[in-house]
């Protein structure tokens, strides 16, 4: 297992170098002049190089790649200069929040999907299977910034029982200690009650949306995937030797039915990140993806080189941990490797 | 805690924000609710001090509350009857009195103020906070040379109270550029303490920290998330205000922002697109005010550097080709100042902006357009900052619309609002849509900038003209020598010769919308079109 693991981890490498340069030269082609975007409204020419050069730009790109490898070696990904903080200390501030609220969503549409999904492939064509159909077309089919605004349109606005959408907290609730980064876990740590429904309730509307988006994919996958496994000869012979369905279902099919489900749940993750862009604006949520976005639009490219790497690094760090789940799920992967 | 316990309480608490969240507010919680002003807006400061390098506009905003500046401006009865900034009347701030004569003006200082640290505020901070203003370079720098405001020799402390100010020229306008927000005093002793041999004026630390004497103080910062400030309780430099606390939340939905003014949670916003002002202001639950940006238009520019707009009967054509009132109607839903439609015979009036003489009269254009050569139109693109789009774009459509009735074709070119300065320091587009304020409200001031053949970036059209420069110049001359005559007669001279000339032409005069509950008061229309939370009241 360990061999295993750090094969794996020997194999990100590349991919890792890889997503240092493309992450650099992209940020450079990028239309839009730092300098002058941030010398201000009232900029002369003279104030827009003044500004190039404290900020290194007027030095040809190899020698601009360097330092920027030589900072990232020491941890520093450069300053912002839309927030005017290290990326750094952003990143760090802000991941917690993007991954409270993808892995909420996350959750949360495991929870209906899976059970759904089994549901509809164990009573094919009945009811179930067609609300299923039609919960899966509909989540994947609503753009999540409609959904967002929709909810926040019935839930706060209309019917008033959601707190205003302003982020992680109320706006009068202080935040628990930091321990994890995460507020309902930290909350809890800390016991403090009143921070933890806050943002139990703050966190409540972007996850629905969330796992609204995500619902489509892994409920369809574990559909298929157990109908594939339930007529397969196994299940056959157990029910033939009067096992009881429930056993049937989930412990022999559903466990053979899994691999496809983790496979779509990386994926699904992925784009949950992504989705997780226009959820962050339309709550005001204080995630990285708001972050990047904004960083963007001032061409601001520590940020941005910054993000790609984080997300790059996360998605490298859940491809490894899926892989080895299936060692865990499937004991036969184990042997032919 | 068991465990059992411990679930029920996590569920209770769960289903309670499930169905009565705002409803389970603490006590507390609604008393610092009725103490605190929150206010929402799309960003946020990247920067606590207008020194530094790249501040932005809500920057500017912290700097205008937290720190105080020798003078400041006294009110009078705005446009739409609040309280507005008089341009001509000064009023003590840090200084308690000021004396000016041919040369110089000297400034006495209040005895009893301090910084947020407790320590004095004296002459030395002053000069030594004047002479960064005109060392750092970059914007502050800039608008400090607009009142000329050029040299830390300057700044003469004379006693440990008292501060004088050289003239290094007559210009009437050093007096008027030592109350906007630039020219703050920084708690010197404080700042060099934090201050490095990269960074001799502590850039780096007022980035992050107010070190002022203001009515407010920064409490905590979050960037790109929230704002919060105290009022000082140890202020002297005015009145105490009334709000012990702001809030201030970045909230990037518009649509979010506007729902959280009217079911109540937020006080006020002001950056919302003009539709949804507009249906505020008829639901009539919340205070709507609009006021024209002072010393600002929005306008259509043409580079006369190139054919066919090098074409002065070309551009009279585009401009008697604009769909004005189209624009006022479904671009702006009213809420803006016309720019067009004066009557002919030439500009009556010293003052700026003025309405153009020019209208809708599309045989008119086509008439002109034949004469200078282009019975047939031409092709051309009209380019626009696509971080001003809810505005630029239907203006740019009907723009676009309006030209083709005439034979020009255009092809419209979104800039990213990124890329927009450094399109428009290029100067080469063709045509295009933007707009200019400046905070010092003379009409001189925004000529000299816009229309001056120094051919500044604002001179966006690269308009050179001898005549324009003679009359600017001569404008600049008899108000430092207090000619009212002469000067009113260069102003109006050369407000005819950009109507006639064309080189841009003015669309409208954009409103300042602010949107707060009815239990907020006290705002005041600033030059710099920001919050002063000084002057507001929630009851």
Not at chain 1, 212 to 227: K, N
Not at chain 2, 7 to 31: D, F, H, W, Y
Not at chain 2, 377 to 389: K, Q, R, V
Not at chain 2, 512 to 520: D, E, F, L, R
Request: glycine share 6%.
């Amino acid at each position: 297992m360990l061999k295993v693991l750090f094969g794996r981890i020997l194999t990100t490498i590349p991919a890792l170098i890889g997503v240092v340069v493309v992450s650099f030269l992209l940020t450079r082609v990028l239309p839009g002049d730092t300098a002058a975007y941030f010398a201000g409204p009232a900029a002369t020419p003279q104030a827009i190089e003044e500004v190039k050069k404290k900020l290194g730009l007027d030095r040809p790109l190899p020698e601009q790649f360097r330092r920027y490898v030589v900072d990232l070696s020491h941890g520093d990904l450069g300053q912002s200069l839309t927030t005017g903080q290290p990326v750094v200390a952003d990143l760090k501030a802000r991941l917690p929040a993007s991954a409270e609220l993808t892995l909420f969503g996350l959750i949360l549409s495991l929870l209906i999907a899976v059970p759904l999904g089994i549901l509809a492939a164990v009573k094919q064509g009945s009811f179930i299977d067609h609300a299923c159909r039609a919960i899966a077309t509909a989540g994947v089919s609503l753009p999540v910034f409609f959904t967002g605004l929709l909810l926040v349109y019935l839930f706060y606005f209309i019917w008033q029982i959601s707190p205003a959408p302003l982020g992680r907290l109320d706006v009068f609730a202080s935040a628990p200690p930091t321990v994890t980064g995460f507020y309902l876990i930290d909350s809890l740590l800390a016991r403090d009650w009143e921070a933890f429904r806050s943002s139990l309730a703050q966190l409540a509307l972007p996850g629905i949306t969330l796992a609204i988006f995500s619902l489509a994919p892994i409920a369809r996958i574990t559909r298929a995937s157990m109908l594939a496994v339930l007529s397969m000869d196994f299940v056959r012979t157990a029910r033939a030797s009067g096992l009881p369905a429930r056993k049937v279902v989930m412990t022999y099919a559903f466990r053979n039915a899994m691999l496809p489900v983790i496979t779509t749940l990386g994926m699904v993750f992925s784009f949950l990140l992504g989705a997780n862009v226009l959820v962050e604006k339309v709550f005001a949520w204080p995630g990285v993806g708001s972050y990047a976005v904004e960083a963007l639009i001032a061409s601001d490219f520590a940020p941005v080189q910054g993000f790609v790497l984080a997300m790059a690094i996360l998605y490298i760090a859940l491809n490894l941990m899926i892989d080895l789940s299936y060692r865990l799920i499937d004991p036969r992967l184990e042997s032919t490797t | 805690m068991d465990r059992r316990k411990f679930l029920k309480n996590a569920g209770a608490a769960a289903a309670a924000s499930g169905v009565s969240a705002p409803a389970v507010i603490t006590s507390a919680m609604a008393q610092s609710r009725a103490e605190t002003l929150l206010i929402v807006s799309e960003s946020g400061p990247n920067n606590l001090d207008i020194h530094g390098v790249g501040t932005n506009v809500p920057g500017y905003e912290v700097s205008w509350n937290c720190y105080d500046r020798l003078i400041s401006h006294e009110m009078k009865t705005g446009p739409s009857g609040q309280p507005y900034y008089d341009r001509e009347k000064f009023k003590p701030e840090l200084a308690e009195d000021m004396n000016l004569s041919k040369d110089s003006v000297t400034f006495k200082l209040r005895k009893n103020a301090t910084f947020h640290d407790g320590a004095p505020v004296t002459a030395k901070d002053v000069k030594w906070s004047l002479d960064r203003a005109v060392s750092v370079g970059g914007f502050p720098t800039f608008q400090m040379k607009a009142g000329s405001l050029e040299k830390p020799e300057q700044f003469v402390v004379v006693d440990d109270h008292t501060i004088r100010v050289d003239f290094l020229r007559p210009d009437r306008l050093t007096i008027p550029d030592l109350a906007v927000i630039v020219p703050c005093v920084i708690n010197s002793e404080l700042v060099k303490k934090n201050a490095t041999a990269a960074d001799p004026w502590g850039l780096e630390y007022t980035k992050q920290n107010t070190a002022g004497s203001g009515a407010y103080k920064v409490t905590k910062w979050t960037p790109g998330t929230e704002v919060v400030l105290e009022r000082n309780e140890a202020w002297v430099s005015g009145k105490k205000p009334a709000i012990p606390r702001i809030i201030w939340r970045m909230v990037p939905s518009a649509g979010n922002r506007r729902a959280l003014l009217e079911r109540g949670d937020a006080d006020i916003s002001y950056d919302l697109p003009n539709k949804d002002f507009v249906e505020l202001k008829e639901s009539n639950k919340l205070s709507i005010i609009s006021t024209p940006y002072s010393n600002g238009i929005q306008y259509l520019g043409m580079n006369v550097t190139k054919a066919p707009f090098d074409n002065p009967k070309v551009r009279q054509a585009v401009a008697y080709a604009v769909p004005y009132q189209k624009i006022m109607d479904a671009a702006l839903f009213g809420l803006s100042k016309p720019m067009f439609g004066a009557s002919p015979g030439g500009v009556k009036e010293a003052v700026w902006p003025q309405a153009a003489p020019y209208n809708t009269d599309i045989a008119k254009a086509k008439a002109l357009l034949a004469e200078a050569g282009y019975p047939n139109g031409f092709e051309t693109t009209l380019s626009f900052d696509l971080g001003f789009a809810g505005i630029n774009e239907p203006v740019c459509v009907l723009v676009q619309e309006s030209l083709a009735l005439i034979g020009i074709k255009t092809t419209i070119n979104k800039i990213p609002g990124a890329n927009w300065r450094t399109e428009l320091n290029k100067k080469e587009m063709p045509l295009f849509t933007n707009v200019f304020s400046g905070w010092l409200d003379y009409p001189e001031y925004f000529f000299f900038w816009c229309y001056d053949g120094s051919n500044s970036v604002f001179n966006t059209m690269s308009y050179k003209n001898a005549e324009m420069d003679k009359l600017i110049a001569g404008a600049r001359a008899t108000a430092a020598a207090g000619d009212k005559a002469a000067y009113e007669q260069n102003v109006k001279g050369f407000v005819d010769l950009a109507f006639s000339d064309v080189p841009r032409i003015p669309l409208f005069q954009p409103y300042v919308n602010i949107a707060m509950q009815k239990n907020v008061t006290g705002y005041q229309y600033w030059f710099h079109r920001r919050l002063d939370y000084r002057a507001l009241v929630k009851a």
